[in-house]
Each structure stands twice: as structure tokens, then as C-alpha cells.
């Protein structure tokens, strides 16, 4: 079996990583796993069960950068949405208040007619 | 009056299917990221339940249990749970402002304008006849009082009054929805874009650690039913036949999962196209046919003869 030069990778990467290289991590995974789905020789799977976890190690530090950065991006969306969702709530408001001047409307005629149901001879 | 609020009406109602058509396709992002959130923070943890037998069986001094990091912790999923729930309100909102001619409230105040509108004409009528000295005049001229005249305004007049200022509501709720939303719509695009390009971006990145997890796990089951396999190793064989029947059912485990990010990709993809259509359709951007908008004229037009004849007759 020829083990992946695990050891020749580079120590010092740059997280995020670029999309070559991280295609090139991935290629290198999934070479190591195509020889462990087709071995039940354990000596070859002790050996890619350690050398395979650090490439795996690499892609994971490049994921989760990637969800951290997100987490941020959420963080700015919840100011933005929220921002439209107070707009859409004044807006609201506004429609309410036209059938609730309306009711004014009414409301003062009642009045009227009830003054001058009171003083009929106005 | 009423041909202003047909034509701005019919506009909303677009306007309203398409914030409908929104509003389902969100439910399905809602649930699904949240579910999808859950199960990769799941099984991140099973496969650190793993790492623990590895770390132990190489007596690995570094390995402290306290120390696994998460994947994500609560309060990233709460983040992103939130923005999504936000849209659900945006969603809702809009919904509630694109039926808002639609308004009990509205019908209710323009029916009591229209009752006090005529109580106020007939009992200002007879004043204004005394004034002026025309009732005076014919009572004195025909012999009959003035109390067994018909009233000024009669039940009809006063219902095409209640009607008249239900279209003068609709028509003024529709000018400030059709000034104010579309631009709030139109505004909200790109950030609606943004995060469904946000989930998108987590969805690849979720589905690529869980492929990674479910190899990892797959992986040291082999090597340990293997371990279990070497002579002296004294596993019980029933144990040893369970280890082995739980591999294909973290197989199946895998592919569920990955058939479950795909449709929860689908999901978002079909949240900004929504959205999109929305926007277009605030902007009167999509091409519709004559016959639609005279459909939907004719819609609203029924509409106010229904309110006219929930008036009561006398």
C-alpha cells in the first residue's frame, strides 16, 4: 500500500484556505478513504485511521472558520431584518389608523346628533 | 374613487399571493435548518465519542474530555436561528399589510359612518327646514306636522354612504401600502439574498464535516471489529456480530443526512427566487395578462357589493 506523504504537508497553513488547496486536501482524504473502504487489511487501516485524522484535521479548521465567519454575517443579517420588520410595523400602525379615524368620524357624528337630539331646537 | 381603488387593489392582491407563496416557501427553511443544526452538532459529538477510545487505547495524555471543542455552540445556533425567525415576522407582516383592505375594522368604522352620517342628516334636516322656514312653510300650507315626514336620508342612500367610504378606506389603506411596502420589499432583496447565500455556505460546509464524521466513525468501526477479529482477543461473538450489523445502519444514518441537506439546499434556493418574485412584483416588473388584472378588478369589485349588501335594509 502507498501511505499518503502525510508528513510532507505543510505545517503552517493559512486558514481559510485557498480553493486549490483545499481541493487538493480533499483529493488527498479522499484517496485515503477509497483505500480504507477497500481493505480489510488492519494493519493498512491502523496506519490511514492516523494519517488520514490530520488531513481531516486541516479541512476541519478550514470548516469551521468558514461557520465562525458566518456566525457573523447572521449577526449583521438580524440588524438589517429587523430594521425592515420595524418599518413594516409603522406601516401597519398607518393602515390601522385610517379605519380608526374613521371611527372618529363617526364618533363626533354621534355626538352632534346626540346634542342635537338633546336641544332639539337648535 | 372607487375605480382608483379597484385598479391599486388588484395590484395588492398580487402582492398578497406572492407574499403567501413566501411565507411557505420560509416554513420549510425554518425547520429544516434547525433540525439540520441539531443533527451535525449531534454528530460531531458521537464522533468525539469515538476520538475518546482512540486517544485512550494510544494512551494520549493530552486527551482531556473537557477540552472537545463543539461545532457549533448554542449561541451560534440561537444567531442563526434568530435571523430566521426574523424573516418569519417579515413574512407575517407582510401578509397582514397585503390584506389590509380586506379589514373588519375598516368595514365595522364605515358602517357606523354611514348610520351616524344619516342620523345626523335627519336630525340636523328638520333644524335646517325650521331655520330657513321651508318646513314652517309647507306644514302651514298642507296641515301636517313635520313628525310624520319621511326621513332625509333614507336606508339606502345611507348604505351607498357606507359603502362610498369603504372604497374611500380601501383606496386610502391601498395608497399607503402601494407607497410605502414595495419599497420596504424591494429594499429587503438583497439581504433575503444574502442570507439564503449565509445558509447556503453553512449547508456545504455542514454537509462536508458530516461526510467527514460519518467516514471517521465508519472507519474506526471497521478497525476495532477488526481488532476484535485477532486471536486473543476474547470478544464475545454476539457483541462482535452487533458491532458489525451497525455499520450499514450508519450508512443509511449518512445518506438520510445527506438527503436531508440536499432538500434543505432546495428549500433555500426556492426562499430567494420567492423573494425575488416578490420584489418583482412590488416593482409591477412581471408581465400579466389583461384578463388577470380584469379578474382581479372583478374580485374587488364583488367584494364592495358584498359589504354593501351586509347592510342591513331598514
Known amino acids: 500500500m502507498a501511505t499518503p506523504p502525510v508528513n510532507t504537508l505543510p505545517t503552517n497553513l493559512l486558514i481559510p484556505l485557498t480553493p486549490e488547496l483545499r481541493a487538493a486536501y480533499k483529493d488527498l482524504y479522499d484517496k485515503m478513504q477509497a483505500q480504507l473502504d477497500n481493505t480489510m487489511d488492519l494493519a493498512v487501516i491502523e496506519a490511514l485511521n492516523v494519517s488520514q485524522p490530520q488531513v481531516d484535521e486541516v479541512l476541519r479548521k478550514d470548516d469551521l472558520y468558514k461557520l465562525n465567519a458566518n456566525t457573523a454575517a447572521f449577526n449583521a443579517l438580524q440588524k438589517q431584518i429587523d430594521f425592515t420588520n420595524q418599518g413594516l410595523k409603522t406601516l401597519q400602525g398607518q393602515i390601522s389608523s385610517i379605519a380608526s379615524h374613521f371611527t372618529m368620524a363617526a364618533e363626533i357624528m354621534a355626538a352632534i346628533t346626540k346634542i342635537l337630539t338633546i336641544v332639539p331646537g337648535i | ?314
Open chain 2, 1 to 314: 374613487m372607487i375605480a382608483m381603488s379597484l385598479c391599486v387593489t388588484g395590484c395588492q392582491q398580487h402582492l398578497a399571493k406572492h407574499a403567501a407563496v413566501l411565507s411557505e416557501a420560509i416554513a420549510p427553511v425554518v425547520d429544516q435548518s434547525a433540525a439540520a443544526y441539531r443533527d451535525a452538532v449531534d454528530l460531531d459529538n458521537l464522533r468525539s465519542d469515538y476520538e475518546a477510545v482512540v486517544a485512550y487505547q494510544k494512551k494520549d495524555s493530552s486527551y482531556n474530555p473537557r477540552n472537545v471543542p463543539v461545532l457549533l455552540s448554542e449561541g451560534d445556533i440561537q444567531s442563526r436561528l434568530a435571523v430566521l425567525a426574523a424573516l418569519q415576522v417579515y413574512s407575517e407582516s407582510l401578509i397582514e399589510i397585503t390584506k389590509g383592505t380586506d379589514s373588519p375594522e375598516l368595514d365595522a368604522a364605515s358602517t357606523s359612518v354611514g348610520n351616524n352620517l344619516t342620523s345626523l342628516g335627519n336630525n340636523l334636516a328638520p333644524s335646517i327646514e325650521k331655520v330657513l322656514g321651508i318646513a314652517a312653510a309647507a306644514g302651514s300650507a298642507s296641515g301636517t306636522t313635520s313628525a310624520s315626514a319621511a326621513p332625509v336620508i333614507s336606508p339606502q342612500v345611507r348604505n351607498g354612504i357606507s359603502t362610498g367610504f369603504n372604497a374611500l378606506g380601501q383606496f386610502l389603506v391601498n395608497r399607503v401600502i402601494e407607497k410605502e411596502l414595495p419599497g420596504k420589499i424591494v429594499e429587503m432583496d438583497p439581504h433575503v439574498e444574502a442570507l439564503c447565500k449565509a445558509l447556503s455556505d453553512d449547508i456545504e460546509t455542514l454537509d462536508a464535516l458530516e461526510e467527514r464524521d460519518y467516514d471517521r466513525i465508519l472507519n474506526l468501526e471497521k478497525q476495532f471489529i477488526l481488532e476484535d477479529d485477532q486471536p486473543g482477543s476474547n470478544a464475545n461473538p454476539q457483541d462482535h456480530r452487533a458491532e458489525m450489523m451497525k455499520l450499514p445502519e450508519i450508512a443509511r444514518q449518512q445518506r438520510e443526512a445527506n438527503e436531508k441537506l440536499i432538500a434543505l439546499h432546495e428549500a433555500i434556493k426556492n426562499l430567494a427566487m420567492t423573494h425575488h418574485a416578490l420584489a418583482a412584483e412590488a416593482q409591477h416588473n412581471n408581465p400579466e395578462s389583461l384578463k388577470d388584472k380584469l379578474t382581479e378588478l372583478a374580485g374587488v369589485g364583488k367584494g364592495l357589493g358584498q359589504f354593501y349588501s351586509s347592510l342591513p335594509a331598514n
